[in-house]
Structure formats: C-alpha cells, structure tokens
C-alpha cells in the first residue's frame, strides 16, 4: 500500500516539477522580451501607485535579472515559491498574486465541488436508471450525449440569456450585487445564492450528461458479466442484479472522476466569465486582458496544485471502495 | 469499402482506415467488412450522426461561397435581427457584421481544428500507446510517466499560459493553424492510455508470437498484426480526439486567447459576451456558434456509439 | 423419477438464421442418478444445461416440455422460472472462477442472495457453515473477497453456494475443464459426495471428458450435431457403445499406458455438420463407415435394451 | 541436438509487491533428433516458459540452451531468422494463433516474405501444398479460408505445416490439442508422432499424463519450475517414483479403472522432507520448508531420474 502510494504521490511530485519547470522556462523561451513589454506598460503607471509600481520594477530586476545565471534565476523560483511568493499583479494593483488568488479560489472551489458531487451522485443514478428501461434508455441518452457536447461557456450563455436576461430570475454576473459589502447578513447570504445558482447550475448539467452516459454503459457492460449471469440463474431478483451490478459500475467512475478533472476545472474557468463570476476563471479573463503574466503563472500552478490534490483524494477514494486493489496491495492470498 | 457510405469525408472517418494500408500479405475480411456495412446501414444512430456532419460539413465548404461577404466587415446594419434579406440571414453584430459569414468561417476552423487537433493528437496517442503497450518493461514505465504527467496537467492551463504569451511575442502563431497543434500537443494522454491497454490485451496472443517466429519484430509487428485488430477502436479514438480538440479550442478562443485574424466559432462567442450581447438580447450573436459546436460534437459523439455497435457484436441488438 | 424432458427443442438465434442448437431432447433423469452428458463442442449440450435453468437472450425456446419431480417447468417464461431456480434446479456454471461478485465480501453475498429467495440467513448459516467443511475450506473464507480465493476454492465455493437450498437438480456444466489434475479429481469426487450426502437428488453433468464421467456418473447421455445418440449406464457406454459415433469416441481417447508405438489409435474423420442447415436423416451419416441408404432418414432415439437408447438403424432394436 | 543446461527464469512480480519469482530453476533435459520428449506439468509449473526460452520469446535468467553446439542466446539480430528456421512452435488456443483479421493462410505468406522472397509464386505454391498434404489436409479445403471458417484441429494442422515449410529440427508443441475436440486431437497426436520419422525432434508440452504417455520417449515431470522426475516414458509411468508423480498419475481420470483402483495399485510412497519444494502438498513429509536447496536428480534405474531428497543417500549419479 505504502508502495502503491509512493509510486502516485512520486509521479505528482514528478508532474508538478515538470509543470512549475515549463512555468518558469514559457517567458524566457518565447521570442521577443515580454519584460520590456511589461515594463513599458507599468511604467506608464497609468493603473499602478508610484510605491507599487517601484516595487514592481525592482522585482522584475531581481526575478528576471539577465545579469544572473539560468540556474540560479531558476534556483530563486524555486526558493520564492516555497515561500508562497509568486510575484505581484498588475491587474491586482500591485497586491501580491498568491492575495489575489486566495481571494477568488473560494467562489471557484464553492461553484467545483458542489457541480462535481451532485452531478456525479444524480448523473450515476440516471445513468442506472436509464440501463434499465428502453424508453428511458431513448431519452435519456440522447440528452446525455447533447449535454457532453456543449461547450461550458455555451450551455451558461443560454441559462443567462434565458433565466437571467428574459424572465430575470437570477442576476446575470458577479459574485454578489454591486450595492452590498460582505457581511454574514440574510440579505447578503441570499444574494450570494442568487449569484451563484446559475453558474453552478450550468456547470452541473452539462457534467451530468457525462457521467449519465458513462454509468450507463458501464452498467450494461456488468449486467452482461459472469457474475450478473450467476445470481439470474439462482434466481435472485432484478433488484439485486441491479444494485450489484451499479456497484461495481461505480468504480471505473471514480477512475473517470480523475481523468475528467482538467476538463471540469476548464469547464469552471470558462463558465465564470460568462457570469463574470469573481472566481478563478474571472481572474485569468482579466489577466489575459492586461497581459499580467505574473498572475497567469501563479494561476497555472494554482491549478496544477488544486488537481493535483485533487487527484490524490480521488485516489485514497478509490482503495477504500474497491477490495480487489486493497487486497493486491495487501499483497494477497490467493 | 466504408467509404462508400460516408460522404462526410473532412469528419474523418475515412482519413485512414488502418485496413487499407496493411502489408500486400493480406487481405482484410470481406465478409466482416460486409458485416459493417450491413450494420451500418441499419444503425438509426450512425444515419443520423453522418447526415448532421454531412449537412455541417456542406455548411462549412459551400457557406462562404454563398455568403461572400466578409466575416469582419463592418459593412451592415448594427444589432439587426435574423431575417431573410442576404447579409442579414443570422442577423448583424453590434458592429454590423454579418453573423452568417462569421458562422459559416467559424465552422471551417472548427473542422479544421477537429481534424488537424484531433489528428496531432491520435497520432501521439497512439504512438505512444502501441509503443507502451508493446514493449512493456521499463519502456511501458518511462511512457506511462510520461501519460500520467500530462493527464493531470489541466492542458487548458498549460495551453493559457502559453498562448497568452504568444499574443504578444509571436501574435502570427495565434492561428487555427497553431491553436490545432497546440490543442493536438495535449489532448492525447487517455488515447494513449486506452491504446496502451488494448495493446497490451493483443501482444499476449498467440499471433503476435507466432510472427516472432517468422522472423518479424517491433515495428512490423506493430503495424502489421497489432493495429490492423484494432482499426475500429483507433477509428473511435480519433472520432472522440476529434470531438474534444474542437470543445479545447472552444474554450481557448472564448477565454480570448483565439485567432487574432479570421473567425471560430469560440471567437464568435467570446466577441459576444465581450461586446455585452447577454444585456443588449442580441441572442443571434452568440446562439449559432455553440449550436454548430454542439450539433458537431454531438453528431461525433453519436457516430462513435453508432460504430461502436456497428463493430462491437456485443453491443449490438438483435 | 426426477427430471423427465420431452422432445426440448431450444435454437440460438443468430443474423445468418437460427442455430437449431438443441434439436428434439428426450431422455429423463432418476432421483439419485448422476447423469455425464458428453459430446463435441458445438453439439448442444451446453444448450440443453442452460435451457434447463436460464435461456440467455439469443436463445429461443421452440417446443417441448420439461417436467422436474412432476411439476412442468416454463423454461420458456424467464420469470416464471424464478421460482424453480436454486431450490429447485440449479447450476454450477462454467465461468465459476468469475461466478462471485468481485466486490463483496462472500458471506455478505450468500447473505443477501439467500435473503433476496426469501430466506433469512440466520437460518442457512449453520448449514452453510457444515457444507464448507464437507469441501474442505475454512470458515474464513466468508470474510474473504473473491479475489482472495484460489481457483480451486472459488469451485468448491460456488459448488456450496448453488447447493444451499438442497435442489433437486444440480447442472455442472464444464466445471473441471480449466483444473489440473489434481484438482479436477477432488472436484469431481465432490460433486459424487454431494449427491451422497443429499445435498441435490440428481446431477446432469456436462463435459467434453469421458474419462472424466466414467469416473464419477453412473449414466452417460452422449449428444451428436444437436440430437441424443446414446444413453446406457456408464459401464455400458464405456465397455460396449452401440452407436457408432460412440464407439469412434471411446475409441479414440489415449489411456496412461496406451502408446502410439504399440497401439495407434485414430480419430473420427471429417467435422460435425452445421447446424444452421442440419442434414436430413442420421446427422452423423457423414462421418459414419457405417452409413448405407436408410441413413437418409432420421433414425428415432429409441430404447434398444433396458436402460439403453440408441439413435442408429444399424442398432438391433424394437423397430431395427 | 537440443541440450538445457540448468536453465532458470526469474521473474519481478507484482505491481505493488515487487517479489522475485522463480518460474524456472535449474532445469535440465535433452532432445535428440527424431525424439519426442513430454515435458508435463500443471498450470504454473513453468512448463510453457521453458517452451519459450527455448523459441527465443522469452530470455533465459541463468543457464544454456544449446543447438547443435550453438548457444541459443548468443543468437542475436538476423541471426534469429536463421535460428527459427529450425526452430519452430505450435502453441495451444488454435484460434489466437492466427491474426482473426486476416486468411488463415497468411501465416504460410508470412513465412515467403520473410525467408523465400526470391522464390517463384509457382514454386511456393506448390511448397505449401505439399506441406499442407503432409498434415493430411486438403489444399483446396484450407487455403483461402479465414480462421473461423476453419475447426481446431484443420488450424493446429496448418500450423505444422507452416513449420514444415522450414528446415526444421526442432517442434516446441505446446498444449497444441487440449482445445481440441476429442475426436480429432488423436489424430493431430499421430500427426506428431509422425514427423519424428523425418527426424525432428519434438517438445510436446502438456498437462495431460495421458497424451504425454501416448507419443513421447521421453518425460519430464516438471512442478514449480523444478524437474521431479524424469526418463524413459516406460520407466516414469512403469515406475513412478516422486510421490507428486504418483498423486499425478494417480488423479488421471481413466477410462477403463477408477480413481480408487489406480490408487490402490501404486505401492507405498517414498516420504518427502524439508526443503522439497512438494514438501507442503504432501503431509508425509512433516517438516518445514524453508530451504530453497532443492533435492538433486538421483539415478534410480537406467535413463530413470528423481528429485527427492530420500533418494540421495542411495544415488547412483548426479545429474545436472
């Protein structure tokens, strides 16, 4: 077990080596100097206090300084992001990135982790249901396969448009209405709700396809399987047929579960700028928008640590549910 | 042959059949080969997928041809509802610009995208997953690594860092044509994973040893014995990578990191929500370019199940 | 008389047309009687094991009757055989290695399957419990996953499991085909003490292995192409066959002792027919040295001495 | 012809145990030219790896394999073609021997392009026919057929004569008829048996005494990757001597005596001890086995050798 972990926690380190690495060589691998490019720009100061913008240029000097060698500018990144230090934001006005970030990861995690579990829980059940009956199997998984293939930031395009723009229903952007300051009041709480329905809900459907498709064929896959055949044949009813066979369908789930997490944390990032919700995706919207790099590597391996993480509890996930790895990894009996 | 029924030949599915170039030696099963187009004829799922391709793919080709008006022309009437007059078919941006052109263009880079992303990305897919699989040992470990690491890389990411520095120092790689090798560079690691595993379950029988011993090795094998078995499920692969460059690209181009030149349907999107199409209720803006992406993937993803029955006995009905 | 079936006719429903897989069965089974049915592969007998408890999809019910203990079992209605199935008819199947669901810890699966037929498992679990001894396994194994099980344990496990409510027939169907040796004799002579110690009255069971079933069953019912050929006691069968594609069989299987240099032995000619479009008359009629004109016609299955059915017209009989 | 000096193949195993595993260890027989040599085993015995240490599939851990004074594995790049030229194996599922995709007998173009590509179509035709004709096949029945057109027995055929098309000295036949049915695997049997009179020399590799018993000289009772006993086919199954020989021997369903009978027949056993690697199988020998020191091959009678460590202190010869 111990080994089985090793092997995953080395192949995350090994990932997140590689990612930070690629993070580190992009600017001094692109052609041109973005430095000079960013300069320029912060040294119109047009959105930077004079304090701000100084410090800036003299971080700049130290974490690009030429004067340096690679190994050892590369060495300072390394030593600095230990140290939580990944630069400072221009579209931040000069606040640290790891500040900015921390203040949007929370929206981003409260819109992900609901989407994901409730999609997965209800999506797996359809899935199952759908197996079971022609009629349903016909219409469920048409929609399936419709929702897989709509694009995040188009399915959210619809709901506002819809929900939020003809029958006004639900705000159409931000994190919470421009007139209320945070406060743990009914009134903000409520309206944070609001906000934060059809973000969410967006993103729950279209993940919801997916993982109704996917448990459908698993499930059909089991109910073919030997031991499905076995309990028919002793005349066990449908019903535990059917709860066996679900079971076991679960597990490739969570394997899928893992792999479709760079998807779905996409899936956030584009949904967020439809609504303009102030999370993750808001955030690399504006980056972009005012070419502040710092902020968009800080993001990126912001991104990498949470799937990362991510993929780790998925993984602990896995070997508590399913007793034929936590038996090889015992080393077995048989 | 099974071309014979696909008219939509840019959706791919014709691009390589794998039976097609295998060794002078043999000839591929004539009777399975009738045994697919008797099913295929008969699958309501793959008809269907093959005509909205087929209508889309048409859309692509002969759209500019009837629409000549240029996408990025300010030239009509601004925020003009959808009507029959010429120009105005889908209606005009808050920059009177004709939306049908844009459609139309956009749904080439699609395609383009699709065909040229998903193709980058099958080919290191499968490379590296015949190659996995076959060798085994320290190879299967290194490559496995190697999957592993990209798999949990959210490419998105990666692929946001990266192009949004191409913006500034290399605007001319900011095409359909880098953002498709971009997109192919990265969405390869599940093919590579599940060819990996097929492979694997292939190089253990019998045949593969009994061509040992008639002399031949790696390579050959490879393509000789190994991938020939699996001609429909590499087909399925690419469908599926197809399906998912055009979905990454989408994604890239709303976030604003698109062609700076020419039109997709994603820059359709993002020029939308950028312009405030969602408060001034110009829906015709934003509404054609998700639907011709979900109309595209959806119909690919429908053809995959329709072949998967077509291929796979097991699934089908009798 | 346990189990008497009557002209069971069972096809496999396929693109090219129907597989008369099973083409007019009519043999019967006495209480306490274990009964091999043997016969090239492809020739039905998996058929006629399955049809008896549970026809897959692609298998079609076509005419006949099956009577168990003399009550008439509707092998044709899936759901109308639920009830006979584990108390009354049951099975040991071929895939008993994958048999076990992979994710349930064993005794929990008993427990609910037990539970699902309507029995509470507090009242099976002593038995259960003596019977694990009978085959030679510790108690443990009802904490234990599939997957913690050696092959030979996971037979003798679903052996136990298929047995539990005391079924009046029991099908093994292919079980000791994957086994070495070694553990092909201790799952056979269990099989023959399950029937000693009462746990099922009678046992079809099916095997491509003679040798196997002259040890173990007291008939052998040998099936050609879809149709019965012979069925006499084992001895019978193995001594002195009547129908010649019996006789070609027996005569073909290599013995410990029995050597190429000093006895070669042959094998039967040709392969069987396709049952897609079965020949008309004696299905063997093909590969028989025997054959001669009245071959043409289909010779009935028809007892030519007590005990003894053969379906040949070379066979002095009643209506030879 | 074919010597194995004390061939071994260890394994690392398990995806997160990461143990060593000894398939093989110190295994070591010959095969002389026109010779059929049984090695016989149950499923992991090693049998089938020796079988592809000695096709080059596999690599050899320690020890030698030697043909005609050559070290198989210093055989490297093209010098393998020249090596399977004489060389050659027949493996046991008939139907995952040949590519589904393709005709079955592209295995024989195979075979052209790779070792006659100057030959002329005319010639090559007419090779493959004869060979064709030499395992009693049909030209014009086989060829051009797709596999599952074809039974077991005409596939297996056609492997055989694939390797005739080569100068071939030595058959590695591996389990090639226990998928076959049993009216036509007697007669791919002879078909072997046959070839020795060109004089190749056969590898039969089975688990089935019987088979083993039927066509070789020689035999190699193999368990856990380790010889038990070996000779003169007559002599082991005359004489058996290891206890596991005998509970083999002894568990071989017959046709004409009954498990009991057999047992019965087989005098008292020899006892086993600590450190023989039947040890834990066989209660009489009552020690610990925590010795990896196997007992040595002991001479028990001319062309007669056994691996039990009773033997020893009366051992003629050591072999190996």
């Given amino acids: ?334 | 042959m099974t071309s014979v029924n696909l008219p939509s030949d840019s959706a791919g599915n014709t691009v390589t059949a794998p039976e097609t170039q295998t060794d002078a030696v043999a000839a591929p099963s004539k009777k399975s080969q009738h045994e697919v187009l008797y099913f295929a004829l008969r699958s309501k799922k793959f008809i269907f997928a093959v005509a909205v391709l087929g209508f889309l793919v048409l859309l692509a080709i002969f759209g500019p041809i009837i629409d000549s008006n240029d996408p990025l022309a300010q030239t009509l009437g601004v925020n003009t509802p959808p009507s029959t007059d010429p120009g105005y078919w889908f209606g005009t941006t808050t920059f009177g610009e004709d939306v049908f052109a844009q459609f139309v263009n956009g749904l080439r880079a699609t395609f383009f995208v699709g065909l040229l992303g998903g193709g980058i990305a099958s080919l290191i897919g499968m490379s590296i997953g015949f190659i996995a699989g076959y060798k085994g040992g320290w190879v299967d470990e290194l490559l496995n690594m190697v999957t592993n690491v990209f798999l949990v890389i959210p490419t998105l990411a990666l692929l946001l860092v990266i192009s949004s520095y191409l913006q500034r120092s290399w605007p001319e790689a900011r095409g359909v044509f880098f953002e498709s090798i971009f997109v192919g560079v990265t969405a390869w690691p599940w093919a590579a994973r599940a060819i990996r595993a097929q492979t694997f379950s292939l190089r253990s029988r019998d045949f593969i040893d009994l061509a040992k011993l008639s002399g031949r090795r790696g390579l050959k094998i490879i393509v000789f014995e190994i991938a020939p078995n699996m001609s429909s499920y590499l087909m399925l692969t690419f469908i599926l990578l197809f399906g998912n460059a055009i979905l990454i690209a989408a994604s890239l181009d709303f976030i604003g990191l698109g062609p700076t030149s020419g039109m997709s349907l994603g820059l359709m999107m993002f020029n939308a929500v950028s312009w405030a199409a969602l408060l001034l209720g110009t829906w015709w803006w934003f509404v054609p370019p998700g639907l011709g992406i979900m109309a595209t993937v959806g119909a690919l993803y429908v053809m995959n199940v329709g072949l998967d029955e077509i291929f796979n006995p097991k699934l089908r009905e009798l | 008389m346990s189990l008497q079936v009557n002209d069971l006719k069972v096809y496999y429903r396929t693109l090219a047309g129907d597989v008369k897989a099973l083409d007019g069965a009519t043999f019967s089974i006495a209480d306490g009687e274990i009964m091999g049915l043997a016969g090239e592969s492809g020739c039905g007998k998996s058929t006629l094991g399955n049809s008896l408890i549970r026809l897959d999809g692609r298998m079609k019910y076509v005419g006949g009757s099956v009577t168990l203990d003399g009550a008439e079992m509707p092998i044709w209605d899936k759901q109308a055989m639920v009830p006979f199935r584990f108390r009354e008819v049951s099975v040991v199947p071929q895939y008993a290695m994958s048999a076990m669901n992979p994710t349930r810890k064993i005794g929990v699966m008993i427990g609910e399957l037990v539970e699902s037929r309507g029995l509470p498992y507090k009242q099976i679990k002593v038995e259960l419990g003596r019977r694990i001894d009978v085959v030679g396994l510790t108690q443990d194994v009802l904490k234990r996953y599939p997957i913690e099980l050696s092959g030979g344990m996971k037979q003798r496990m679903v052996m136990v499991i298929s047995t539990l409510l005391n079924p009046s027939l029991l099908i093994a169907d292919e079980i000791t085909s994957a086994l070495d040796v070694s553990t092909q004799r201790a799952v056979a002579e269990t099989l023959v003490s399950f029937r000693d110690h009462g746990f099922v009255k009678s046992m079809m069971v099916i095997t491509h292995d003679i040798s196997i079933l002259y040890q173990i069953s007291d008939s052998i019912l040998i099936m050609y192409a879809g149709k019965l050929a012979e069925k006499a006691a084992t001895s019978r069968i193995i001594q002195s066959p009547m129908h010649p594609y019996t006789q070609m069989l027996v005569a073909s299987l290599p013995e410990v002792g029995v050597r190429y240099v000093d006895k070669k032995l042959t094998g039967i000619p040709g392969s069987p027919p396709s049952l897609l479009t079965p020949p008309t008359g004696c299905r063997f009629r093909a590969r028989c040295p025997l054959a001669y004109a009245k071959c043409a016609e289909e010779p009935p299955f028809v007892e030519v001495e007590p005990d003894h059915s053969v379906a040949c017209w070379k066979v002095p009989g009643p209506n030879a | 012809m074919l010597s194995l000096n004390r061939i071994s193949k260890n394994y690392k195993i398990g995806t997160f145990g990461g143990k060593d595993f000894t398939a093989v260890r110190d295994v070591s027989f010959e095969l002389a030219e026109g010779e059929v040599v049984s090695l016989i085993g149950e499923s992991g015995s090693g049998k089938t790896t020796v079988g592809k240490m000695i096709l080059k599939l596999i690599d050899i851990s320690s020890g030698s394999i030697v043909l005609d004074g050559v070290d198989v594995s210093t055989v490297k790049g093209k010098d393998v073609k020249g090596y399977y030229r004489q060389v050659q194996g027949v493996f046991q599922d008939p139907f995952s021997s040949y590519n589904p995709i393709f005709k079955a007998d592209r295995v024989f173009s195979l075979i052209r392009v790779e070792y006659f590509p100057e030959m002329a179509r005319s010639e090559w035709d007419d090779k493959v026919e004869a060979a064709v004709r030499a395992v009693t096949l049909d030209p014009g029945q086989v060829l051009n057929k797709y596999p599952h057109q074809l039974s077991g027995g005409q596939l297996q055929r056609l492997l055989v004569a694939r390797a005739l098309l080569l100068d071939l000295k030595v058959l590695v036949a591996d389990e090639i008829i226990s998928m076959l049915d049993a009216s036509t695997r007697i007669d791919v049997l002879n078909l072997l048996a046959d070839l020795k009179s060109r004089g190749m020399g056969i590898l039969f590799i089975t688990h089935d005494l019987s088979l083993g018993n039927y066509i070789s000289e020689k035999t190699v009772i193999l368990r856990h990757g380790v010889i038990v006993e070996m000779g003169a086919t007559e002599k082991v199954f005359g004489n058996p001597t290891h206890p596991y020989t005998r509970m083999l021997i002894s568990s071989v369903p017959q046709l004409h005596k009954k498990w009991a009978q057999i047992e019965s027949e087989l005098a008292a056993p020899i006892a086993g001890r600590g450190g023989c690697l039947f040890h834990e199988a066989y209660p009489l020998a009552g020690r610990t086995a925590d010795s990896k020191d196997d007992p040595t091959l002991a001479k028990i009678e001319d062309n007669h050798f056994v691996g039990c460590f009773e033997l020893e202190s009366e051992k003629t010869a050591r072999v190996a």
């Fill in chain 1, 1 to 334: 077990m111990r080994r089985y972990f090793g092997r995953k926690l080395l192949t995350y380190a090994i990932t997140f080596f590689i990612a930070a690495t690629i993070d580190w060589l992009i600017p001094r691998l692109m052609p041109g100097d973005p430095i000079a490019g960013m300069m320029q720009r912060t040294g119109g100061g047009s959105t930077l206090s004079p304090e701000a913008s100084a410090a800036m240029v003299q971080y700049y000097t130290n974490l690009f300084g030429l004067n340096r060698p690679m190994w050892e500018q590369y060495l300072g990144f390394w030593t600095s992001l230990f140290h939580g230090d990944l630069g400072l934001s221009i579209f931040g006005h000069g606040r640290a990135v790891t500040d900015t970030i921390m203040a949007a990861v929370p929206y981003t995690l409260g819109l992900l982790i609901p989407a994901i579990l409730l999609s997965y829980w209800l999506g797996n059940s359809f899935g199952a249901v759908a197996a079971r009956r022609k009629w349903l199997d016909n219409s469920i998984l048409p929609i399936g396969y419709l929702l897989t293939a709509t694009p995040y930031m188009w399915l959210g395009l619809m709901l506002a448009y819809i929900v939020g723009f003809t029958f006004r229903w639900f705000p159409l952007s931000g994190g919470y209405g421009f007139n209320l300051e945070p406060a743990l009041t009914w009134l903000f709480i409520s309206d944070l709700i609001a906000h934060w329905f059809m973000p969410f809900f967006s993103l729950f459907l279209v993940m919801l396809g997916g993982w109704a498709i996917g448990m459908r064929n698993m499930i059909i896959y089991e109910l073919e399987s030997d031991y499905s055949r076995y309990l028919e044949a002793l005349g066990a009813p449908q019903r535990l047929v059917r709860k066996y066979a679900f079971r076991n369908a679960m597990l490739p789930q969570i394997t899928g579960l893992a792999l479709q997490l760079g998807v779905i944390v996409a899936g956030a990032l584009v949904t967020e700028i439809v609504f303009s919700y102030p999370g993750i995706g808001q955030l690399v919207f504006n980056a972009i928008k005012s070419e502040d790099y710092f902020l968009l590597q800080g993001i990126f391996l912001f991104i990498i640590i949470g799937v990362l993480a991510a993929n780790f509890i998925v993984d602990i996930v896995y070997v508590i549910v399913d007793p034929r790895t936590r038996v090889a990894m015992r080393g077995g009996t048989a």
